[in-house]
């Protein structure tokens, strides 16, 4: 084939033909083209046949390809051949072997706080994330956010290149047009340049922007983000004049009390760790159980879990903590508020000196933090169950809604002349008053030049000059701090799926010189200085997910109580009721937004996945006259109903209401659901949903509570609600949150002074020994589950886990309205008391499959595609199944997931990336369960049989039980004496579900208990369970002459 | 002696009224399908039926290229319509094998004017409810998996489970069904085949007689064959629908698990059943002019067969009832509560007892038994009722079992009707064929109950029929 330059080339040719421009006669071709090379074309006899066309289809080529494809479309008739070329490992890269994962520690952050992950990669991708063990932050367990950031890794709408007004760009193009811009700033001292970021806490991207700062000295750097600490940081300003992070030791608290603080719901595992370790009461130790004290409106996973709550409205919640502060001897407090539970309650605290701890939550007030640190001064915590150090964030003093209003005034008076927004999306999640509104940000004139640093094409994104597509944190060098303030490394697992670009990448294009340094360099380097000089310690620190001796050091503060003479500022806002603002407890503040896994994740409290809904309580309901459909002896939130032709898939009815908050009006119409526990005339609303551009996911889903936040109530205000007389579906993965009486063989939660007192009032009795046949009996190992109710906080982290590392399907919301979520594993939660609207407390209990040794699904398949394993399990055999759904009717538990249709992603080419190559995927038409994590239970086999040893307890950790923040799930033999699962198995706590079914569950529950304090109040003795001895006793009475005889145990 | 005819009549009304000969009762019956014009009206439900059947076909074929996703089947109920329209097929198909089984045996002679249009009911429901667990299965393409065949995959299947049973049960109903109803038909197909003067359909008729020429050879095997047939259909009769109940009745779920139900639903569907014999005989009674053959006395006898076995449903609902009372099992007291009163689809139980408990009761009374009118109205009310009965089982006791946080609500959708609707749409395409195409009475057993057929004594009155039949 003829090089392109030839001088014969056709193309060439024509090329010079049409280059000539005007009016130029010409008598032939020879004439025209007056070019040996032309001359000797047209005299050739057969142009064609001599020369080819660089056209990049040559007929050679063309005939080369056809003959090679029709000898190849002999072959793809047979089978379907794979697209994609496979490669061998000539050589083998070193540590990979192929089938084999290997985990690399990282770190997840979210609103400036790490959980220090390991992630593991199969041949090079990533495909699960566990928690690091050795990090502080996380000590192994991670939460939802963390385990969700796979999907966001492989989500398809990230996107793949730079753009300019959204027409694709190079990275170089963008470049050097940046380049030109800072260098043209550089002029005034980079005046015109300011920056928007989320809170950093990455130790070298505060020093890259000091010293961009320094070099650009007009130049300034904001940080906004919606879930932010500035309260917390005020608060401490105002109890000790400069903001601090406060670093909680839970484990050391023996009375804790919360004041809005939703330690479970919140970001940080450690907390949820520290905290389970004064709930793993029993088991041989002795060990007293703590009690944790709740003031809150809404219900939380701290509520739910307190042994005492206090529902208050958030305007009322200074004034309470005020009269705490008073009742625990802080001088100079004064409260016009009194209860008798606040004050049994501080005499509690009180009693336990040195070894209490109060907690006020980051939407409370500046002063309840002051008031709380005050209260933890008097009770002499400090040093012992609370620390302070100097913030994550730099910063910290000037309030981030104070920094954005600042930014926002500069725009508006055209001082701004580059704005770099490096993450976050301000354009949805600014404040109503402070908004980054489309209005300034498509004004050319005022801003010149806009850059968003985004991982997908977001409503910021859009409105900016240029989009610089981000990395993952999967994909880059980066580093970040844990909670307190112990540094981590962030380290790549993968090459950049997309060429994606960082904070720190963009920032250091502001350098004057080396400014295309790499990524890794510019974390390398600052390291360097700080603490791993040489290439050994930074290594290690890279392997080991922590840099050792980090943590920022305690700092001390004194308290002064000054700031309680100062008056605070209420909400001024006209309507009748109070509203109060939370961040989703599933896709937070709205960056997990396009995430199924977080969207198809029911909230942990009312179940409702796939929008945000306003909560408000029966009475209000009721006054309100919304919801009046639903059963209120049900406690779900919505009217269920049924349809004779359903089209939508709906089967739970919410009414739509139009809602002012602050005289702003939210502009989609929200769902109201009604939630027992919340305090009348209170509306809670949440954060993260009404994107207008989120990607396929999430665009559009639920209404923007970020319309009318304003910055002077960010957390709480005033407000209204009025029926539209529109209804909605709601869906909602469960709909009856009342055991309906079955406490005695669900959800058993005792108290934890009769069990002190005597743990064989907590014991079941089962009776295995009365079957007809004999047991089977395992001759080699035996598993078993133990799931400890006291522990579990019914955080999610296990349901997410398990969908994660077994390949689940997100079915959408209308399949979860049609009640066919796929969750192998889900999380139950029922309300506890006698008044259904006003509940003593709400319980949670993961359910999976229960591994019967008596499988009721078993028995009823007619092809055998449920079958026990030696080892005991209940096996099911995808490939076997043909779908007759009989398994999961006779499945007490229901625990059983059918593939309606095919709800499996096939096509989607990032998704094949992201699973688990060692979990089949499942197709339409198949039943599918929890397996125990049977993959991870065969390699550990695997590994103990080349060794000639026995699987050791603990060497087989399932994907709940690995992520579980409250170590409430134990896995293992229950053939081996020592396992910790066969111990537990034997506490007196011990109970099976459905135990009058006789399933013989492998997995059990050890019961709840719940520490009251018998002057409070509101103690409640637990009313079921004198209920089921009184029925015991009648039983006894009944059948006790029989029993006797036939000498039946336990 | 006049007295005792006359009481004697009274007691054993004649099975057919006017004067007939055995040659009129040929062609009253032979000329329907032979030389009568084919009716408009025929025309007319033949169109909207075949035109209900197209959308099963639609719904089948939307069904495997989707899933069964299409219907409003969830978790926990697993089952629903595929499962209801399944036992109330197969339950209407009951009452054409008792009529020819079990009447035949105990030599009711009622059961002659009626038992060839019932068997085809039998066989074209079996027919619809065949469909049902073929296509509510996730992968219907493996549902021969079901089947114990040597297979290289060295797999064999779980005879503990009531599907299997059901396998063989339905199976086995529907050969015998079949076999049935053929064997019944040789000797008219061989009259038709005789009287038909269109070649082609003398040749049908003809190659369908296999042969048959009424010799008394061939009466003496037809005879043997039929009650041998007859016999193995009697247990079916009972065994067919016990083992349909065994699909709720061995699993463990609360409204499911109760011994009563293998004798509950025989009754019951031996109740749909004479429901669905009474909404087709009527019509065809009333539009073919056959209420020479199909009297009066029929009618009052298949009223009192429905309002007995009604009776035994009812005692049915009041036993589970009574169950969940005296168990003092507390998911089994929820349930029934559940069902009656609190649950949300109490509306299907009282409409189940007004269709199947308080409608019967008219039939008390001879005037509603006599009655064409009213027998139809309450036969379409207790097929109504017969298949809400197994939607308020199935359904009302899936959607809230034991754990209360996985309870659910269910509503059908667009192809759970289409389906429902479209296999009726199926089932009387079927029946419109059968009419037209098939002597809808049989010829030669009518025969025997006509005064000619007793001059003689009782013994040699086939072979008199024979002779004509080859005449």
């Known amino acids: ?1050 | 002696m006049h007295d005792l005819k006359e009481v004697q009549k009274k007691i054993y009304p004649p099975m057919v009224e006017g004067k007939h000969t055995f040659a009129t009762v040929s062609d009253e019956i032979g000329d329907i399908t032979l030389k009568k014009k084919t009716p408009f009206h025929w025309f007319i439900g033949f169109g909207i039926a075949f035109l209900i059947a197209q959308a099963l076909l639609m719904t089948i074929t939307y069904l495997l290229a989707k899933g069964i996703g299409i219907w409003g089947n969830n978790q926990p109920i697993g089952w629903a319509f595929d499962i209801i329209n399944f036992v109330w097929w197969i339950g209407i198909g009951h009452a054409g094998t008792l009529i020819s089984a079990i009447l035949l045996l105990l030599n009711q002679k009622w059961r002659t004017s009626i038992n060839r249009f019932a068997e085809a009911m039998t066989l074209f429901a079996v027919a619809c409810a065949g469909m049902f667990p073929l296509l509510h299965t996730g992968r219907p393409w493996l549902a021969y998996w079901m089947l114990p065949y040597p297979n290289v995959m060295g797999m064999w299947q779980n005879f503990r489970s009531p599907l299997m049973w059901d396998v063989f049960a339905v199976s086995t109903y529907a050969t015998v069904s079949a076999l049935f109803w053929y064997v019944g038909l040789i000797p008219d197909l061989a009259t038709l085949r005789d009287r038909a003067k269109n070649p082609f359909f003398k040749f049908v008729y003809g190659l369908l007689s296999m042969g048959w020429r009424g010799s008394a050879r061939h009466w003496h095997r037809y005879e043997i064959a039929y009650l041998i047939l007859a016999g193995l259909s009697t247990p079916l009769v009972l065994s067919v629908h016990s083992i349909v109940s065994f699909d709720f009745s061995v699993s463990q779920l609360p409204g499911w698990h109760a011994t009563i139900f293998p004798p509950y639903f025989v009754a019951g569907a031996i109740f749909a059943g004479f429901a669905m014999v009474l909404i087709l005989c009527i019509p065809l009674r009333h539009w073919y002019k056959m209420q020479d053959f199909i009297t009066k006395t029929h009618l009052i006898y298949m009223g009192k067969v429905m309002l007995a076995t009604g009776l035994i449903v009812v005692y049915g609902y009041f036993m589970e009832a009574f169950f969940g009372w005296y168990s003092e099992n507390q998911y089994e007291s929820y349930m029934i509560q559940n069902r009656i009163w609190t649950g949300p689809y109490w509306f299907m139980y009282w409409l189940l007892i007004f269709c199947n408990g308080i409608s019967i009761q008219f039939l008390w009374f001879k005037r509603f038994r006599e009655s064409e009118f009213w027998l139809f109205v309450i036969s379409v009310i207790v097929s109504v009722g017969m298949w809400l009965e197994r939607f308020v089982i199935i359904v009302t006791s899936l959607h809230r079992d034991f754990l209360p946080a996985n309870w659910a609500m269910y509503s059908p959708t667009m192809f759970d009707w289409s389906m429902f609707l479209g296999t009726i749409g199926f089932f009387f395409t079927l029946i419109y064929l059968f009419v037209r195409f098939l002597p809808i009475i049989s010829i030669f057993e009518v025969r025997t109950l006509l005064p000619d057929a007793h001059v003689e004594d009782h013994g040699h009155a086939h072979e008199h029929v024979g002779d004509e039949a080859t005449a």
């Open chain 1, 1 to 1050: 084939m003829p090089s392109k330059d030839s001088k014969t080339n056709f193309a060439l040719l024509r090329n010079k033909i049409l280059s000539q421009n005007g009016k130029n006669y010409w008598r032939s071709v020879e004439e025209f083209v007056d070019a040996p090379e032309f001359a000797e074309f047209v005299s050739r006899e057969y142009p064609q046949h001599a020369e080819e066309w660089s056209d990049g289809f040559s007929r050679r080529n063309f005939i080369k390809i056809m003959g090679a494809s029709l000898a190849l479309a002999g072959l793809s008739g047979c089978i379907i051949q794979p697209a994609e070329k496979i490669v061998p490992y000539v050589k083998q890269p070193e540590e990979i072997i192929p089938g084999k994962p290997l985990f690399f520690a990282t770190a997840a952050t979210l609103g400036g706080v790490a959980t220090g992950l390991l992630a593991r990669s199969n041949e090079g991708r990533p495909t699960k994330i566990e928690g690091n063990p050795d990090h502080v932050g996380s000590l192994g367990a991670t939460n939802v956010f963390a385990q969700a950031e796979l999907l966001s890794l492989y989500d398809p709408d990230r996107t793949q290149q730079v753009f300019y007004r959204n027409e694709q760009k190079t990275w170089q193009s963008f470049v050097a047009e940046f380049r030109g811009k800072v260098e043209e700033n550089r002029q005034n001292g980079g005046a015109g340049i300011r920056f928007l970021t989320e809170t950093v806490t990455s130790p070298t991207l505060i020093a890259q922007f000091k010293q961009i700062l320094t070099e650009l000295p007009g130049a300034k750097w904001y940080q906004y983000e919606p879930v932010n600490k500035d309260n917390a940081h005020q608060g401490a300003k105002l109890a000790f004049g400069s903001p601090v992070n406060t670093v909680y030791k839970f484990d050391k608290a023996e009375r804790i009390l919360s004041l809005d603080a939703d330690i479970f719901g919140g970001t940080n595992v450690r907390y949820m760790k520290d905290f389970s370790k004064g709930r793993k009461v029993g088991h041989g130790e002795e060990s007293k159980m703590n009690r944790l004290y709740t003031v809150e409106t809404t219900l939380s996973l701290t509520g739910a879990k307190s042994d005492h709550r206090l529902a208050v409205k958030p305007s009322e919640m200074t004034e309470v903590a005020k009269a705490i502060a008073k009742a625990l001897g802080v001088s100079g407090a004064s409260s016009a508020y009194s209860n008798k539970w606040v004050d049994v309650m501080a005499k509690d605290l009180l009693e336990a000196k040195g070894k209490s701890l109060v907690v006020a939550g980051d939407n409370q007030p500046p002063v309840v933090h002051a008031l709380a640190h005050a209260m933890n001064a008097a009770l002499n915590n400090v040093g012992q169950t609370v620390t302070y150090t100097d913030p994550l964030s730099e910063k910290a003093d000037v309030a981030q809604t104070d920094g954005l209003k600042e930014l926002i005034k500069d725009i508006d008076a055209g001082a701004v002349k580059m704005l770099v927004i490096l993450g976050g999306n301000p354009v949805y999640n600014t404040p109503a008053d402070a908004k980054l509104s489309k209005e300034r940000m498509m004004d050319d004139a005022k801003l010149p030049f806009r850059l968003h640093l985004s991982q997908s094409m977001d409503e910021t994104s859009e409105l900016c000059h240029w989009h610089v597509n981000a990395k993952h944190f999967l994909e880059m060098w980066s580093d970040t701090r844990a909670y307190d303030g112990t540094a981590t490394i962030v380290q790549p697992l993968v090459q950049p799926l997309y060429d994606g670009k960082s904070a720190h990448e963009i920032v250091q294009l502001f350098a004057k010189e080396n400014f295309e340094k790499k990524e890794i360099d510019i974390v390398k380097d600052y390291w360097k200085t700080n603490g791993l000089a040489d290439d050994k310690a930074w290594r290690k620190a890279v392997h080991d997910g922590s840099i050792p001796n980090s943590a920022l050091p305690a700092k001390t503060v004194t308290a002064n109580t000054g700031f309680l003479s100062q008056s605070t500022p209420a909400p001024t806002g006209s309507g009748d009721l109070e509203i109060a603002i939370l961040p989703d407890p599933s896709i937070y503040d709205g960056r997990y937004t396009n995430n199924g896994w977080l969207q198809e994740l029911p909230n942990p409290l009312n179940k409702v996945t796939w929008e945000n809904v306003a909560l408000v309580s029966p009475k209000t309901a009721e006054k309100l006259g919304v919801n009046q459909g639903r059963d209120a002896n049900q406690q779900a939130g919505a009217g269920e109903g049924t349809t004779f032709y359903n089209t939508k898939g709906g089967n739970l009815f919410s009414d739509l209401v139009t809602l002012t908050y602050q005289d702003g009006k939210v502009s989609q119409k929200v769902p109201i659901w009604v939630s027992p526990g919340q305090p009348d005339d209170v509306v809670t609303i949440f954060l993260g949903y009404g994107r207008t551009r989120a990607g396929k996911v999430g665009t559009g889903l639920g209404y923007n509570a970020y319309e009318v936040r304003k910055s002077d109530a960010m957390w709480f205000g005033k407000g209204s609600i009025s029926k539209t007389g529109e209804t909605t579906t709601i869906a909602s993965s469960q709909t009856h949150f009342n055991m309906e009486g079955r406490e005695n063989e669900i959800l058993r939660v005792f108290d934890y002074d009769s069990w002190e007192k005597d743990a064989q009032t907590t014991h079941q009795h089962n009776e295995y020994e009365l079957s007809m046949f004999e047991p089977h009996e395992y001759k080699e190992r035996k598993w078993g589950m133990n799931i400890d109710l006291n522990s579990c906080v019914g955080c999610n982290a296990c349901v997410l886990a398990c969908q994660s590392e077994n390949n689940i399907p997100v079915v959408g919301k209308e399949q979860v309205e049609r009640s066919r979520e796929m969750h192998w594993m889900r999380v139950d939660a029922y309300f506890e008391g006698e008044d259904v609207n006003n509940p003593k407390a709400l319980n949670f209990q993961p359910m999976l499959c229960q591994q019967c040794e008596q499988a009721p699904c078993e028995l009823v398949c007619p092809v055998h595609a449920t079958v026990h394993s030696a080892e005991g399990l209940n096996d099911m055999v995808y490939n076997r199944c043909i779908g007759t759904r009989y398994c999961s009717n006779n499945c007490p538990y229901k625990v059983r997931r059918f593939n309606f249709l095919l709800f499996q992603d096939w096509n989607t080419p990032q998704y094949k990336l992201m699973r688990n190559p060692e979990v089949s995927i499942r197709s339409r038409g198949v039943m599918e369960k929890c397996t125990y994590c049977t993959q991870r239970i065969s390699a550990a086999r695997i590994e103990a049989e080349k060794a000639g040893r026995e699987v050791r307890d603990g060497e087989i950790v399932t994907a709940c039980e690995a992520v579980c923040p409250t170590d409430a799930i134990v896995f293992g033999n229950l053939n081996d004496p020592n396992s910790r699962v066969a111990k537990l198995s034997k506490d007196h706590r011990n109970y099976n579900v459905l135990n009058s079914l006789n399933t013989q569950p492998r997995t059990t529950y050890l019961a709840g208990l719940r520490n009251q304090n018998k002057e409070m109040p509101d103690y409640k003795a637990q009313e079921w369970v004198k209920k089921a001895a009184e029925k015991a006793k009648e039983g006894a009475a009944n059948e006790g002459e029989t029993k006797k005889s036939e000498g039946a145990s336990h």
